[in-house]
């Protein structure tokens, strides 16, 4: 034999057939990740359940809000959302409330008659309001404004929480804040 080993021979081949191989599974693995689809979006939650502990102070930036038009006029929980912003509360929905003969002048909707935000956000809404005790389904607290809501006051800077209590706290803001 002139020189040929074909032990080495055999071996080179062996070598080559099982780098192929893995070759191919790598590229076979690589192209089913790259044209794999995308994940689904969640959505985030609009607001946070956030512990207020008992003798704390809530202010209204703590507070989101959903407005939902009682039998009022058109255009009146847009309206009653935008003054509440105004006063800093954070916006959650609006929309029509269902079920309502439009006799109400306002009402908060909460789980809780006694929770410090519901209470909060009632001062805004002037004497003739109601802290109703139903859940809404609805993100923060929910208020419901009919033809008699004389409209958004001036309500209490912050209220005293006189027990723990949650609040549904709008999401922190991953935007530095103006600093005007």
């Given amino acids: 034999m002139n020189g040929l ?14 780098l192929a191989v893995v070759f191919v599974a790598s590229a076979a693995w690589g192209w089913a990740k790259v044209t794999q689809p995308f994940p689904e979006k969640v959505e985030a939650a609009p607001c946070t359940s956030t ?26 929980a847009g309206t009653t959302m935008d003054k509440l912003v105004g006063f800093g509360f954070a916006k959650g929905d609006t929309g029509n409330a269902p079920d309502t003969d439009g006799t109400v002048a306002a009402q908060v909707w909460s789980d809780d008659p006694g929770d410090p935000a519901a209470i909060l956000l009632a001062s805004y809404l002037g004497s003739d309001v109601d802290i109703v005790d139903q859940p809404s389904g609805y993100p923060g607290v929910t208020i419901v404004v009919g033809k008699r809501f004389k409209g958004v006051v001036e309500g209490h800077p912050t209220v005293t929480a006189r027990k723990d209590a949650y609040v549904c706290t709008p999401p922190l803001s991953s935007q530095p804040e103006d600093p005007s």
């Fill in 51 to 76: 512990l207020i502990p008992k003798g704390d102070d809530l202010a209204p930036p703590q507070v989101m809000v959903t407005v939902l038009n009682g039998g009022g006029p058109n255009g009146l």
């Fill in 5 to 18: 080993d074909v032990k080495a021979g055999s071996r080179s081949a062996v070598t080559l057939g099982a």
